[in-house]
C-alpha cells in the first residue's frame, strides 16, 4: 500500500464541514492532490445556513450551528483573515469570545473552502483497501482510486466506512455518541416583544434570533434547539408535529403567542458528539484518518482544529494543541 505522503500523493477527504475543510487546506497547501467529497450541495455540514421567502417577507436561519468560538491562536489567525474580508464578526450577544458567519454562518465555511476541489453530492457508500491504495465508492457504481484517505463526518457516519479498513479507527468511531437536534426555524412578520437574542429553558438548548446577528438582513427569523433529551423523545416524530410542539415550547418559554408566517423543521440526526479523544486519528500504515468533533468536542472551533491536526499530521508536521 502506498501510504508516504508525498507531492503527487492522491488524497480523498471524505466530508465538507470544517474539519474536512481544514484538514484539506493544509493538504492543499503542502503541494498535495486533494479531493474532497460531500453528500450535500454546499459546504458547511452541521454549519448550516439557509434563505426563505415568505409572503414577500426575506427570512436567514442558520439552522446548524449558531456561532463559534475563537480561543486558540491557531483559529484566531484564520478567523482574522476572515474578518478581513468580511466573512465573519464578532458577536458578543453569545460571549466575549463568539464570532459568526457574515451574512450567514455557512459563509465562515465558504471562506476557509476557497479554492478546494469539492464534489458536490457524492455519497461515498464504501471503502476498500488494495495494494496500490484505496478504492472510494461514490454512489452506486463510481469508483476512485486514492493514495490516503480522511474521514471527516459524524463518528457514527466514520464507524460506517472505517468497518473494513481500519477495525480500530471503526471501533473507536462506534463508541462515541452523537446526539441529536430538533430544529425549528420561524420567520415572523413582526419583530417579538422581547429584548433577549437567545433564550434557553425547558426542553430548549437556545433559541435565538439569527436576524439579530450581525450583516443580517430580511426579517424577523428565530432558531429553536430542543435539547438532546426533547430530541431523542421525539426524534421519528413528523416534521409538523415537531413545528408545533416547539413553537408552543418556545411560546410559552418568552410568554407570547406566536403567529409565525414560516415554519420549518430539521431534524440532526447527529448534532453535538458527546466524546472527548485525542485530537485525530491518523494511521500512518495503511493512511487512513479521522478528524472532527468527535475526537476532540463538539464546537466548530475543535472541529477545525481536529481537521488541521490532522492534515498537520498526514505531511509530517507536528503540532502541539
Ligand atoms: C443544531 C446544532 C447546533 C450547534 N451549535 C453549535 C454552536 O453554537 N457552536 C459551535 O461551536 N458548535 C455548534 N454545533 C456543533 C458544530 O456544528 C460541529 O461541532 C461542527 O460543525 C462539526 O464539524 P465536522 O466537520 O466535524 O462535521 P460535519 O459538519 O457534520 O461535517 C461532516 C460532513 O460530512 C458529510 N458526509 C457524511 N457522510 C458522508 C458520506 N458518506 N459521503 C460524503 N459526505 C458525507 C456531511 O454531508 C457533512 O457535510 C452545533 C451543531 C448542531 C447540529
Redesign the pocket.
Known amino acids: 500500500m502506498h501510504t508516504a505522503s508525498s507531492i503527487g500523493s492522491q488524497i480523498a477527504v471524505?466530508?465538507?464541514?470544517?474539519?474536512?475543510?481544514?484538514c484539506a487546506r493544509v493538504l492543499s497547501e503542502a503541494g498535495l492532490s486533494v479531493h474532497v467529497?460531500?453528500?450535500?450541495r454546499r459546504?458547511?455540514?452541521?454549519?448550516s445556513s439557509r434563505t426563505v421567502e415568505k409572503d414577500a417577507h426575506d427570512f436567514s436561519f442558520d439552522?446548524?450551528?449558531?456561532?463559534?468560538?475563537v480561543r486558540h491562536p491557531l483559529f484566531r489567525s484564520v478567523t482574522a483573515k476572515l474578518a478581513d474580508k468580511g466573512m465573519v464578526s464578532r458577536w458578543p450577544v453569545?460571549g466575549e469570545d463568539a464570532w459568526v458567519g457574515t451574512p450567514r454562518m455557512a459563509k465562515l465555511i465558504e471562506g476557509l473552502a476557497d479554492g478546494i476541489d469539492i464534489a458536490w453530492g457524492?455519497?461515498?457508500?464504501a471503502l476498500s483497501s488494495s495494494k496500490s491504495g484505496w478504492s472510494v465508492r461514490?454512489g452506486d457504481s463510481d469508483v476512485r482510486n486514492f493514495d490516503q484517505v480522511v474521514l471527516?463526518?459524524?463518528a457514527e457516519?466514520t464507524a460506517?466506512?472505517a468497518g473494513a479498513g481500519d477495525p480500530e479507527m471503526a471501533r473507536r468511531a462506534a463508541g462515541s455518541r452523537t446526539e441529536p437536534?430538533w430544529?425549528v426555524m420561524l420567520g415572523f412578520a413582526e419583530p417579538l416583544p422581547i429584548h433577549e437574542g437567545i433564550v434557553k429553558g425547558p426542553g430548549i438548548?437556545?433559541a435565538t434570533r439569527n436576524s439579530g446577528k450581525p450583516k443580517r438582513q430580511g426579517g424577523e427569523a428565530w432558531v429553536v434547539?430542543a435539547d438532546p433529551d426533547w430530541s431523542r423523545q421525539y426524534l421519528e416524530h413528523e416534521p409538523a408535529d415537531i413545528e408545533q410542539r416547539l413553537s408552543e415550547r418556545f411560546a410559552s418559554l418568552i410568554g407570547v403567542t406566536l403567529q409565525p408566517i414560516f415554519t420549518r423543521a430539521h431534524r440532526?440526526r447527529?448534532?453535538?458528539?458527546s466524546s472527548r479523544s485525542e485530537g485525530c486519528y491518523w494511521n500512518e500504515e495503511i493512511g487512513l484518518g479521522a478528524?472532527?468533533?468527535?475526537l476532540l468536542?463538539?464546537?466548530?472551533?475543535?472541529?477545525?482544529i481536529?481537521?488541521h491536526t490532522l492534515g498537520k499530521r498526514i505531511v509530517g508536521a507536528g503540532l502541539d494543541l
Open positions: 471524505i466530508g465538507a464541514g470544517i474539519s474536512g475543510i481544514a467529497f460531500d453528500k450535500g459546504p458547511g455540514g452541521r454549519v439552522y446548524g450551528a449558531q456561532y463559534f468560538t453569545a457524492a455519497e461515498v457508500t461514490i471527516a463526518m459524524p457516519q460506517l466506512l437536534c430544529t438548548s437556545s434547539h440532526w447527529y448534532a453535538l458528539s478528524c472532527g468533533d468527535w468536542a463538539p464546537r466548530i472551533e475543535s472541529a477545525w481536529s481537521g
